[in-house]
């Protein structure tokens, strides 16, 4: 993420992949047996896949290891073996959905918006919306029912060159339901997100893993360990007054969705550039995440090691 100074944080030490593991072929493989059979079908395929991955890809099976392990201590290998199947069929079925949301439409799926009223009414403060989510459930189809909430949407969201995943509206050449804002473009995008706010618009960020150096990080506890989280949500907020609600969206059936607000965040305003001064709320928000996959532990994708090293 870029600092709210307007100093573009790139990556610096590049470990992490947003790219699809699957091929180009692999993708349009399940885009077309879901317009052949729908969702059904291509979920009875994605076990056969996912069956495939756990046992003979080992890459695939690391992706997740870090989390796993710390998620669920103490696991004899068989059932590490049997949880990295369980969360790789998880983020299949998000896939699929994504898919057929896409393909065939959002009457497919029922989403849901926990406390509604309770966003319109920060919305209405008129210092625009802060969503801070993460790497969980599937946003795109969530971010669906945001349209609710009458307000223009900005999403901050880095896409490599090259990746074959589609978004939900490319499958029908559509426009995006809501604006997408690029941490790598001019300025890192932070004025674009500060504008945003400005107009008392929403504004949807990651705050579970930073896409720039650790100048834009601090620590906080998850899981029994420390990792890195990204002030620059909780920096915007400072600078605009803007309230932060943390919402994670998850599959709640196997054919609906949820959105959970699970707490809102004040950031007192003019806390300036300092990192430290931003603990107190990436750790409000790492406590929030630890919750959410304490309920649902298999369906939290940042399928990366946020652990920092022991020393």
């Given amino acids: 993420m870029p600092s709210i100074d307007g100093t573009a944080i790139r990556h610096e030490n590049k470990a992490w992949s947003s790219r699809s593991i699957g091929s180009r072929w692999q993708h349009g ?11 059904r079908a291509a979920y009875a395929f994605l076990h056969l896949v996912a069956l495939y991955y756990t046992l003979f890809r080992p890459s695939a099976r690391d992706r997740s290891r870090p989390y796993l ?57 008129g210092r625009g919306l802060i969503l801070l989510t993460a790497h969980v459930g ?10 609710v909430l009458r307000t223009p949407v900005s999403l901050v969201i880095h896409r490599e060159e090259g990746d074959v995943d589609r978004l939900f509206f490319e499958h ?66 400072s600078a605009t007054g803007a309230p932060v609600a943390v919402i994670f969206p998850y599959k709640s059936g196997p054919r609906s969705y949820a959105l959970q607000v699970s707490e809102v965040i004040r950031v007192p305003e003019n806390l300036g550039r ?30 990366f090691d946020v652990w920092e090293p022991k020393r």
């Fill in 274 to 303: 300092g990192p430290d001064a931003y603990r107190p709320y990436a750790e409000r928000f790492a406590r929030a995440l630890e919750g959410f996959t304490g309920k649902r532990p298999y369906q939290y994708f940042n399928f």
């Fill in 29 to 39: 493989f399940f885009y077309a047996l879901i317009r052949l059979a729908g969702r």
């Fill in 172 to 237: 029908r050449g559509g426009e995006a339901p809501y604006r997408m804002i690029d941490p790598d473009g001019n300025l890192g995008g932070v004025l674009e997100m500060l504008e945003v706010l400005k107009r008392g618009e929403v504004l949807c960020i990651m705050g579970d893993r930073s896409m720039g150096g650790g100048r834009s990080t601090v620590s906080a506890g998850f899981l029994g360990g420390e990792v890195q989280l990204p002030f620059t949500p909780y920096k915007l907020a």
């Fill in 69 to 125: 392990s710390r998620r669920f201590p103490g696991r004899n290998p068989l059932l590490r073996l049997w949880d990295g199947y369980r969360i790789t069929v998880e983020i299949g079925k998000v896939l699929v959905d994504r898919a057929v949301f896409g393909i065939l439409g959002p009457r497919q799926f029922a989403v849901s918006l926990d406390k509604r009223e309770d966003l319109l009414e920060l919305i209405r403060e």
């Fill in 138 to 147: 599937c946003w795109q189809v969530a971010m669906a029912t945001l349209a």
